[in-house]
């Protein structure tokens, strides 16, 4: 597809008052591939590939002198995802279960990389259930964030890496029937290289990596069954 890009930076003092997007157009161009493997009934596979490319056209009299081609974005992606039903997880009404979810993703983009695990597991014994979870994932910068950074600076590599964050979930549950529950989840996550706009050093406002952020708690969830009055929350 082709399309012209909506930002604005008319206010923008670096460039005199014009608006150096206004005709900046993106084709993308992008192959998306899956794979699925079942070795067993217990086991489930699934194979990701895929791969985009955009090219960004500076047409705005601001940028006469420099080359058509603002620049050329790349992403290929690898990825996994796997389910283990290690007991009773796939039958119906199953009073014991264990399932193991495995994934992984290794994004190999132009201006970085970046490597993102999983690993989940759930235990099931009658009415009482468990559920363990470990994650690490990133937020890429926009394009929009690498066009502004290349326009107020002409001729560098725009200079943001993606935010990462690690967290990790546990969540204890008891189900005394079917339409009650009752569970206790505590999580916490922390990201690092937290994507921000601000001033920069001898240059106009950028977008850039700053510090650390993270968050914690604990999360208690109820829903009682009344019969035929419906369910408190």
Same mark, same amino acid.
């Given at each position: 597809y082709s399309s012209k890009s909506p930002l604005d930076s008319t206010d923008n003092a670096y460039f005199g008052g014009d608006n150096p997007f206004d005709d900046i157009s993106s084709t993308k161009y992008g192959i998306n591939n899956r794979l699925q493997y079942k070795p067993s009934a217990s086991v489930n596979i699934d194979f990701l590939f895929e791969y985009t490319q955009d090219n960004f056209i500076r047409e705005n009299e601001v940028f006469q002198g420099y080359n058509s081609y603002y620049f050329?974005?790349?992403?290929?992606?690898?990825? =996994?995802?796997?389910?283990?039903? $290690? $007991?009773? %997880?796939?039958? $119906?009404?199953?009073?014991?279960?264990?399932?193991?979810?495995? %994934?992984?993703?290794?994004?190999?983009?132009?201006? =970085?990389?970046?490597?993102?695990?999983?690993?989940?597991?759930?235990?099931?014994?009658?009415?009482?259930?468990?559920?363990?979870?470990?994650?690490?994932?990133?937020? %890429?910068? $926009?394009?929009?964030n690498l066009?502004?950074?290349?326009?107020?600076?002409?001729?560098q590599v725009p200079s943001i890496e993606p935010e990462f964050t690690n967290s990790g979930e546990l969540e204890i549950g008891f189900t005394p029937s079917p339409e009650t529950n009752f569970s206790v989840i505590g999580y916490i996550m922390r990201t690092t290289k937290t994507i921000t706009y601000g001033p920069g050093t001898n240059i106009p406002d950028n977008y850039f990596n700053s510090g650390n952020?993270?968050?914690s708690g604990i999360d208690f969830n109820s829903v009682i069954g009344l019969g035929s009055a419906g369910r408190l929350l």
């Open positions: 050329t974005y790349t992403n290929m992606v690898y990825g =996994f995802t796997s389910d283990l039903y $290690l $007991l009773g %997880a796939k039958k $119906l009404n199953s009073k014991k279960a264990i399932n193991l979810n495995l %994934a992984a993703r290794y994004d190999n983009q132009t201006f =970085f990389k970046a490597f993102t695990p999983q690993a989940g597991l759930t235990l099931l014994n009658k009415k009482v259930y468990s559920k363990i979870l470990v994650a690490r994932s990133f937020k %890429a910068p $926009l394009l929009s066009i502004y950074n290349a326009a107020n600076n002409p001729g952020t993270g968050t």
